[in-house]
C-alpha cells in the first residue's frame, strides 16, 4: 500500500538550533517527493522536490532534504530554524510533479523555542 | 462583502445521506482549498484546485469530491456520509499556489 508516515507529531527546538523532519514513505513505483508548510492562517507551500538527480534537493527559506532510497526516506533539514518557521510541516509522495494524487503524510507541527 | 463565503454555516444530517457544502471567493484568486479540521483542531488539507490541477490528498475517502463550476467556487460533495466525517470543513483561496490564503468561516457538519 502506498502511504507517508511522519513519525513526529510535534518537536520544538530552540531559535537558532539545527532541524530534522523525518519523513518515510512506501510506494510501487519512483515517487515524486515533497516537502510542503502550512503556516498558521495560510495555505500550503511547497518547500522542495524530487524526482531524480542529486539526492540532496535544496529548497526555499534555507530548507533542504535528502533521499535515501535504501531507507524510503524523505528527512527535511535546516541548519539554524528562524521563529518564523513554526508551522505545520507535510511530507507528500505521489506519481508526478503535479495534475496528480498526492499522498501527505499526517504532518509535523514544529514549535520554535525563543 | 466577504471575501470567501461557505455555506451553510452548520449541517446536520444523518448517516448515509449525500451533501454538499459550497463555497465562493470574491477576490479574484486561481486556488481554492478545502480542508478539514481534526479533533486536535489541525487544519489537514483535503484538494487544492486551481483551473489547471487537482490536487487531491488520496488519505480523503472517495465520497468526497471537489466541484467547481467556475473559477470563483470550490464546492464539496460528500457522499453517504459517516459518522467519523464530523468536522468542521473549512475552504479557502489564495492568488496562487503557494501564496498566503483566505479561509471562509468554516462548516460545522454534524452526522448523526
Known amino acids: 500500500a502506498q502511504s507517508v508516515t511522519q513519525p513526529d507529531i510535534h518537536i520544538t527546538v530552540s531559535e537558532g538550533a539545527s532541524l530534522e523532519l523525518r519523513c518515510n514513505y512506501s510506494?510501487?513505483?519512483?515517487?515524486?517527493l515533497f516537502w510542503y508548510v502550512q503556516s498558521p492562517g495560510q495555505g500550503l507551500q511547497l518547500l522542495l522536490k524530487y524526482f531524480s538527480g542529486d539526492t540532496l534537493v535544496q529548497g526555499i527559506k534555507g530548507f533542504e532534504a535528502e533521499f535515501k532510497r535504501s531507507q524510503s526516506s524523505f528527512n527535511l533539514r535546516k541548519p539554524s530554524v528562524h521563529w518564523s518557521d513554526a508551522a505545520e510541516y507535510f511530507c507528500?509522495?505521489?506519481?508526478?510533479?503535479?495534475?496528480?494524487?498526492?499522498?501527505f503524510g499526517s504532518g509535523t507541527r514544529l514549535s520554535i523555542r525563543p | 462583502d466577504t471575501a470567501v463565503s461557505q455555506t451553510p454555516k452548520y449541517l446536520v444530517t444523518q448517516m448515509g445521506n449525500d451533501k454538499s457544502i459550497k463555497c465562493e471567493q470574491n477576490l479574484g484568486h486561481d486556488t481554492m482549498y478545502w480542508y478539514k479540521q481534526d479533533s486536535k483542531k489541525f487544519l489537514k488539507i483535503m484538494f487544492s484546485y486551481n483551473n489547471k490541477e487537482l490536487i487531491i490528498n488520496e488519505t480523503v475517502p472517495n465520497r468526497f469530491s471537489p466541484k467547481s463550476p467556475d473559477k470563483a467556487h470550490l464546492n464539496l460533495h460528500i457522499n453517504s456520509l459517516e459518522l467519523g466525517d464530523s468536522a468542521v470543513y473549512f475552504c479557502a483561496s489564495s492568488p496562487r499556489q503557494a501564496v498566503k490564503a483566505f479561509f471562509g468561516q468554516g462548516t460545522r457538519l454534524t452526522v448523526v
Open positions: 510506494y510501487g513505483a519512483t515517487p515524486y
Open positions: 507528500a509522495v505521489g506519481r508526478t510533479f503535479s495534475a496528480s494524487k498526492i499522498i
